[in-house]
């Protein structure tokens, strides 16, 4: 399975950015994708998980800024990310997990892209 994001860049606040992830390698679809983002010197976050019901969830922080699609058909993951702060900079993580169940935690997804770097600022 591979997971490759794009769509990362420098933006001022207030800004928006779309992140996108192709994901290829796999027949049988994953129990839910979802993005993730590290800071320097932090942890690494969930953003938010979208299951293969269609179920999406968001961390607090981002709630109304930010949106999670998906195109199963063409196996893709996208992040409209809206109302940027300089608090969104960070490197953001496309994750698949495959299962009988969704693990919300990120050591539960198998499969991470890359990433992409997003930086806003002030």
Aim: proline letters at 2%; a neutral charge; one cysteine or more.
């Amino acid at each position: 399975v591979q997971l490759v994001e794009s769509g990362g860049g420098s933006v001022q606040s207030g800004g928006s950015l779309r992140l996108s992830c192709v994901a290829s390698g796999y027949t049988s679809s994953p129990r839910c994708m979802g993005w993730f983002r590290q800071a320097p010197g932090k942890e690494r976050e969930e953003v938010g998980i979208i299951g293969a019901d269609g179920n999406i969830l968001y961390r607090e922080s981002v709630k109304g800024r930010f949106t999670i699609s998906q195109d199963n058909a063409e196996k893709s993951l996208n992040l409209q990310m809206n109302s940027l702060k300089p608090e969104d900079t960070a490197m953001y993580y496309c994750a698949a997990q495959f299962g009988t169940f969704c693990a919300r935690e990120f050591s539960g997804f198998q499969y991470w892209g890359q990433g992409t770097q997003v930086t806003v600022s002030s």
